[in-house]
């Protein structure tokens, strides 16, 4: 198809009753979209928010991705409970990119599909002067590092906020894993640990297979390729890191160059078979650009990886893995299990827990129980403080945190909050001291876990 005209979607829905400027007086947000090749870019758009015009410019090449992407945002429009009113400005053609600087009809992008040259673009666009709120990850090999730091550089000197996508943070096991974390007289200090025994273990499991807003997703072929999508240390990966140094070392700045020792990593790939390439695809055989990875009748996908670091003297180790398809009843599962000198804070998500994350606490070897049941005491009351409903329950040998359903808001919901925070950003022109050189030092460390493992060490 040849490049489309602008292209103005109009919603079937009632017209939005307005958006309002933001806190510091800046103008309202006008989004534009960059090749939307991810389900994540949809999910951002699932709620409204008053400070973004409902009017989005969308940039991307032609081809299924983007159509899906617009199908998604109006099934959004059409649903009949809480409906949004997103209307779209759309550009198709292979000059998309280059479209979008030339006309330049937003003041932020979002950045959610294809990772490959993924740095230099972003780079590009902040040295625009446009904000960039990009999915993870931002990159997906060292080579695109120095890229990403001049990027920083560039955007804190046109005065526009550069952030990635980390929904984990608004997972409520996590935020409460995090919280109990900083209260000493439960769990005392975060241990040291050994390379054979981490002081912080996390392992986060997905599916090739999957539904999205009770929809079967259907995933781009790039997606299988690591030289589009990238390896799941730096995928997921990004996220387990984005979360040690979130809970471990909360508002601390992490400089990658003095507190991080990548160690060692490995990673292994998923093997595919034609027939569950198709299910998920929609395609009858393995494209070109995916023959290099094909063994006999499979697909292997380096989706597979496992890091084991230092940061700032804590021993970690982190695996992101990937599986075809989730057991019936399940989905994603994040394990995770920090290891105070008092007690150990454990959120596990396995068929005990119905597969939904529950986060446990559990004694450490030499604690006085007494000591520690006084201690939960006080620690309650304080979560109980910012988080009404909130209890605890004793087990055989150790305690589950109890968390209302109010809480339980789902995956798809924490791109809201995410993104709220994006905006704040935005609005009072500055993000907290840390969040800039913890992003750096987070890729910094995906991108030198996956240079081990592809060296085997």
């Given at each position: 198809m040849k490049a489309a005209s602008l292209l103005l979607l109009a919603s079937a829905s009632l017209p939005f009753a307005g958006f309002a400027a933001s806190a510091a007086?800046?103008?309202?947000?006008?989004?534009?979209?960059?090749?939307?090749?991810?389900?994540?870019?949809?999910?951002?758009?699932?709620?409204?928010?008053?400070?973004?015009?409902?009017?989005?410019?969308?940039?991307?090449?032609?081809?299924?991705?983007?159509?899906?992407?617009?199908?998604?945002?109006?099934?959004?429009?059409?649903?009949?409970?809480?409906?949004?009113?997103?209307?779209?400005?759309?550009?198709?053609?292979?000059?998309?990119?280059?479209?979008?600087?030339?006309?330049?009809?937003?003041?932020?992008?979002v950045m959610s599909g294809n990772n490959r040259g993924k740095p230099g673009r972003i780079k590009t666009l902040v040295e625009s002067g446009i904000h960039v709120?990009?999915?993870?990850?931002?990159?997906?090999?060292?080579?695109?590092?120095?890229?990403?730091?001049?990027?920083?550089?560039?955007?804190?000197?046109?005065?526009?906020?550069?952030?990635?996508?980390?929904?984990?943070?608004?997972?409520?096991?996590?935020?409460?894993?995090?919280?109990?974390?900083?209260?000493?007289?439960?769990?005392?200090?975060?241990?040291?640990?050994?390379?054979?025994?981490p002081a912080v273990l996390m392992e986060s499991v997905h599916f090739f297979y999957k539904s999205v807003s009770g929809v079967a997703l259907k995933r781009p072929a790039w997606f299988f390729d690591v030289a589009q999508q990238g390896e799941g240390m730096v995928d997921v990966g990004s996220h387990l890191v984005d979360l040690v140094q979130w809970e471990c070392f909360p508002e601390k700045v992490v400089d990658y160059a003095k507190d991080i020792q990548v160690l060692s990593a490995r990673h292994w790939p998923t093997p595919m078979t034609a027939a569950q390439f198709a299910t998920v695809t929609g395609l009858g055989t393995f494209p070109e650009f995916l023959k290099g990875s094909v063994q006999g009748p499979v697909l292997n996908v380096y989706a597979n990886g496992e890091m084991n670091y230092r940061i700032k003297g804590v021993q970690v180790r982190l695996t992101a893995k990937w599986d075809y398809e989730a057991p019936k009843g399940s989905g994603d599962t994040h394990y995770s299990i920090l290891r105070g000198t008092k007690c150990h804070l454990v959120i596990r998500q396995g068929p005990n827990e119905n597969y939904q994350p529950t986060l446990y606490i559990e004694g450490a070897p030499d604690t006085d129980p007494a000591s520690l049941i006084k201690a939960l005491?006080?620690?309650?009351?304080?979560?109980?403080?910012?988080?009404?409903?909130?209890?605890?329950?004793?087990?055989?040998?150790?305690?589950?945190?109890?968390?209302?359903?109010?809480?339980?808001?789902?995956?798809?919901?924490?791109?809201?909050?995410?993104?709220?925070?994006?905006?704040?950003?935005?609005?009072?022109?500055?993000?907290?001291?840390?969040e800039v050189p913890n992003m750096i030092a987070k890729y910094y460390t995906t991108t030198k876990a996956l240079e081990l493992a592809r060296q085997g060490k």
């Open positions: 007086g800046t103008p309202p947000i006008k989004l534009m979209v960059l090749d939307p090749g991810h389900f994540h870019a949809g999910l951002l758009q699932k709620t409204m928010y008053r400070q973004i015009d409902p009017m989005v410019f969308v940039y991307a090449p032609d081809g299924p991705d983007v159509l899906d992407h617009l199908k998604r945002v109006d099934g959004y429009n059409q649903r009949v409970d809480k409906p949004t009113h997103w209307q779209a400005t759309v550009y198709r053609g292979p000059d998309y990119f280059e479209r979008l600087l030339k006309e330049k009809p937003g003041n932020a992008v709120f990009a999915d993870k990850p931002v990159i997906i090999d060292p080579a695109g590092f120095e890229t990403l730091r001049q990027a920083f550089a560039a955007a804190q000197q046109k005065d526009v906020v550069l952030y990635d996508i980390m929904t984990e943070r608004s997972e409520i096991t996590t935020m409460l894993q995090r919280e109990l974390a900083q209260m000493p007289d439960l769990f005392g200090q975060l241990e040291t640990g050994t390379p054979d025994n005491d006080g620690a309650i009351f304080r979560l109980q403080s910012r988080h009404p409903g909130v209890d605890i329950k004793p087990l055989a040998r150790s305690w589950q945190i109890v968390i209302p359903s109010k809480y339980d808001d789902g995956h798809e919901a924490h791109f809201a909050e995410v993104t709220e925070r994006f905006l704040k950003y935005i609005a009072t022109g500055e993000m907290p001291a840390w």
